[in-house]
């Protein structure tokens, strides 16, 4: 049986997840060195959606972070998450986050572990077996 991530596993997942995306920035503002904020922000976004939902909606079902902490993002029966409930999950995280990250303390509450974008988007996170 497949047991259920907790805060601290999936916390330091999320460091090492935006390490990476800050890496990929540093290198995107290098290149593009007279890039206009409004364009930044934008593509600020649209890469760190893609890096969230590519990979957690892939057979891997887990970000580059979510790897080195052995978890997986699955639907509610243990299946691959669809692109589109990928893209839920991520917009539901950035309002998690909004009000003091008080929607990631569900985890501690909740009997699956899910946190607000979690339920919203009808998701788990589960410790990968070996």
Known sequence: MQSYSGISRRLIASIIDIFVIIFLFMFLELITETMNK???CVLFFLSTWVYFVF???STLKSTVGKQAMNII??????NRISFIQATKRFIMKILAAIPLFTGFLLIL???KKQAFHDIMAKTVVFVQED
């Open 73 to 78: 993002v699955t639907d509610l029966n243990g």
């Open 55 to 57: 990979q957690e909606s």
């Open 38 to 40: 409004t364009l930044f």
């Open 109 to 111: 509450f909740t009997s």
